[in-house]
């Protein structure tokens, strides 16, 4: 028996998330799915990143064990021939028996885009929330500089949410533009239910001048999510990486 | 009476092309009988560019002569919400009742884009052509030197095209790579049936080592499309933009 770990890409935009369920295809689903017939044994994954339904993945993590003899290295080659063309492994490695990808200590970094200019560009519609009122990207900037560090973010988190707590370290939220398209790219050790897209949903509306970038501030200390903007739409979130701090010591 | 003139942005994917036919939906098509229904007459539309199944536009052009009383400059807020979410109209203006997008001197700009890398990127599959065979741009270049310039680009056009010369001036071939994101981009005063894709399939094998930079320029000589690459996948194509030379004259 061995563990091993996948680094998967997927474009979100026609499944109900990552995480199994009844009512509707997921990406754990195929993935299950697809590796049992191709192992010849029924397999069970783990995702790092439970990611809602139409959110899209560069590089979310799974692991699963199994009794192949076929090579850890070799699994994405034999795999992606049998993966829907929005299912895209990335890499594949084996790991030791006791690497868990959820309870494990990493950072995970995510991307939120929005197309800002008079009309849609209709090849980015999966992948953007457009938005034609200008935004001011200096005023978002400086209520990002809010958001960083260790805070509560009650006020950003899915209400009814089952947490210990809502304690989380933002470590990096750096917003940049690029001819239309703005990126908010926010990194952190843990993020709640919603979190980076109920930041986005109030990065907007500061950027729109609902807000002046001073009220998030308050909106954290509120520890209220009524506060907060609403959670921006899911296709212009992406899950970019995850890095585990046990892997980031083995490179130093 | 008035003509108006429309930049048309859309994802080709799942279109039979521009240009109307009795055995598919075409962009075409969709624009005609939206515009009919919102102007409550009967439009027939004139592209500037018939793109093929599966290429995509930031920016193709086309006019229609109307009756209409709304202004050319509002039409694209009324058509875009008609249209499906992969047509957006970019922009309209009313022009000269003689403005004819085909016959009108200009200068159009492609872009073809090639992923290169280990693995796909779902996200990418539709815009772009993947290839995991490590492509040497530096070569690639060399290459587009020779494509540079007025040539009989016979070799690059599909067999069988019927036009009176298959001499074409392309001004400029840039390419540039950007991550595993390599781009060529392409300008000129007019391009033969699937000259840019068979420019591409060209350069595709020069980057890939099986042909020397050296033989673009037997290619051109030979006049003959068996000399030349295959035809690139349509989906890796996107007609950027049309520049009028008159239009270009009025801003100077």
Redesign the interface.
């Known amino acids: 028996m061995k563990r091993v770990k996948l680094i998967v890409?997927?474009?979100g935009t026609h499944y109900c998330g990552w995480q199994l369920q009844a009512n509707g295809i997921t990406i754990q689903e195929v993935l299950q799915d697809q590796l049992s017939r191709l192992l010849g044994e029924k397999i069970t994954v783990i995702g790092a990143s439970r990611t809602d339904s139409g959110v899209?993945a560069?590089g979310n993590v799974a692991v699963f064990d199994t009794n192949t003899r076929m090579p850890g290295e070799k699994i994405?080659y034999a795999l992606?021939q049998k993966l829907p063309?929005?299912?895209?492994?990335?890499h594949a490695e084996e790991v030791a028996a006791d690497f868990h990808p959820i309870y494990e200590k990493c950072i995970k970094t995510y991307e939120y885009k929005i197309l800002n200019r008079?009309?849609?560009?209709?090849?980015l519609?999966?992948?953007t929330h457009f938005t034609h009122i200008r935004l001011d990207v200096e005023e978002m900037k400086k209520a990002a500089s809010y958001i960083i560090g260790t805070h509560d973010f009650k006020s950003f988190c899915k209400e009814g949410a089952q947490v210990k707590t809502t304690v989380r370290t933002v470590t990096d939220l750096e917003i940049f533009k690029e001819g239309d398209l703005i990126t908010i790219r926010i990194t952190g050790t843990g993020f709640l239910h919603n979190m980076v897209r109920i930041i986005a949903g109030t990065l907007l509306k500061v950027g729109n001048k609902t807000y002046p970038a001073m009220k998030v501030r308050e909106i954290i200390e509120a520890r209220d999510r009524k506060c907060a903007g609403s959670t921006a739409p899911a296709k212009g979130l992406?899950l970019i990486g995850i890095q585990y701090v046990k892997e980031m010591e083995k490179e130093i």
């Open positions: 890409a997927y474009d899209h560069a994405p992606n063309e929005d299912i895209r492994i990335q008079k009309f849609p560009i209709p090849m519609r999966y992948y992406t």
